[in-house]
C-alpha cells in the first residue's frame, strides 16, 4: 500500500547515494581489500614495527623488486605496510617508505597521517621524507638498530 511513499523512496534514494559516496574515494581498487585491517605483531613494539617491515623487504626481494620495506604507526598499531614497487608497478616513485604512505591514508581514508611514525629497512631517501613530511608524519626510525632519524623535513621545496 505505502511502500512507494515519497519518504520510503528518499529513503531508498538516500541509501542509494551514500553507497555512491562510499565507492567513489576507491576508484576501482577493491574496496574489500584496501579496508582489510592489518595483522598486528603480538607482542607489538618498536622491534616488532621494524621486524615488519624487514618482512616487507623480504617481500620485496621474492617479487624480484628493489629490497626495501616500510611501515607506518599509529598510535602504537601498524596502519600501513608496502615493499618497494619500483621494478613490479613500473614506478620510479614507488618506493616502500611512498607505497607504506599510501596503503595507510587508504586504509585511514584520510589525506593526513598526523601523530604517525614511519618505520623504514633504510634512511628514506629525499623523495619519501618530504612525502612523510607532506603527511604529518611526526618521526621516522630506520634499520635493525632502530635509528631515531627525527621529524621528516620538507626536502625537496617547492618552487
Ligand atoms: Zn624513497
Do not use: N
Not at 70 to 75: E, F, G, K, N, S
Amino acid at each position: 500500500m505505502a511502500s512507494s511513499s515519497p519518504l520510503s523512496r528518499r529513503r531508498m534514494l538516500a541509501s542509494a547515494a551514500s553507497c555512491g559516496v562510499a565507492f567513489a574515494g576507491g576508484g576501482h581498487l577493491a574496496p574489500a581489500v584496501a579496508a582489510a585491517a592489518v595483522v598486528q605483531p603480538d607482542p607489538a613494539g618498536p622491534a616488532a614495527i621494524m621486524d615488519r617491515a624487514f618482512a616487507m623487504k623480504r617481500r620485496a626481494e621474492a617479487e624480484g623488486d628493489q629490497p626495501y620495506g616500510a611501515v607506518v604507526v599509529l598510535d602504537g598499531r601498524i596502519v600501513g605496510e608496502a615493499p618497494s614497487a619500483v621494478v613490479t608497478g613500473r614506478d620510479p616513485t614507488a618506493h616502500a617508505e611512498m607505497q607504506a604512505i599510501r596503503d595507510a591514508v587508504r586504509r585511514l581514508r584520510a589525506a593526513s597521517l598526523a601523530g604517525a611514525e614511519l618505520y623504514s629497512t633504510s634512511r628514506p631517501c629525499p623523495m619519501c621524507e618530504t612525502a612523510a613530511f607532506r603527511a604529518a608524519i611526526r618521526r621516522m626510525v630506520h634499520g635493525t638498530a632502530l635509528t631515531d632519524a627525527g621529524p621528516p623535513r620538507p626536502v625537496i621545496s617547492a618552487p
